[in-house]
C-alpha cells in the first residue's frame, strides 16, 4: 500500500517533469528556431483571414450596441440636467459649421459665420 503511493508520487513527479522539459525544448525552439516563411505563408494567410474579416461581424455589431448604449446614457444624463439644447447646439455647430458657408445659415440660424 505504501510502495504504491510512493510509485504513484514518483509517477506523477516524473510526469510533471517531463512536461516542463517539453515546455522548455518548445520555448528554445520558439526562440532560437528560424521560420520558414515560403512554407508558412499560406498558413498565416489562412489564419489571418479567419481572424481579421471572419470577425468583423462581431466587431461591427458590438461597435453599433456600444454606440448605441453611449448615446442613451449620453441623453439620460443630459435630460437629468435639463441640458438637451447643448448638445444640440454641439451637434449642429460640429455637423453644418464645416460644410460651407450657406449651411450653417440653416442649421444655425442668426448666427453669423466669420472665416
Known amino acids: 500500500m505504501l510502495l504504491n503511493a510512493l510509485a504513484s ?4 513527479g516524473i510526469k510533471t517533469l517531463r ?3 517539453r515546455a522548455g ?3 528554445f525552439n520558439a526562440l532560437v528556431g528560424k521560420p520558414e516563411f515560403r512554407k508558412h505563408a499560406p498558413l498565416l494567410v ?13 466587431i ?7 454606440g448605441m448604449v453611449l448615446g442613451l446614457q449620453g441623453y439620460l444624463v443630459l ?3 435639463s441640458a ?8 449642429r455647430y460640429r ?14 440660424p442668426g448666427v453669423l459665420v466669420r472665416r
Open 9 to 12: 508520487l514518483g509517477h506523477k
Open 19 to 21: 512536461t516542463f522539459g
Open 25 to 27: 525544448l518548445m520555448l
Open 46 to 58: 489562412r489564419q489571418l483571414y479567419n481572424v481579421g474579416v471572419l470577425s468583423m461581424l462581431i
Open 60 to 66: 461591427v455589431v458590438s461597435g453599433v450596441f456600444i
Open 79 to 81: 435630460t437629468t440636467y
Open 84 to 91: 438637451e439644447p447643448v448638445w444640440v447646439c454641439w451637434w
Open 95 to 108: 455637423y453644418c459649421v464645416n460644410w460651407g458657408r450657406w449651411l450653417p445659415r440653416c442649421c444655425l
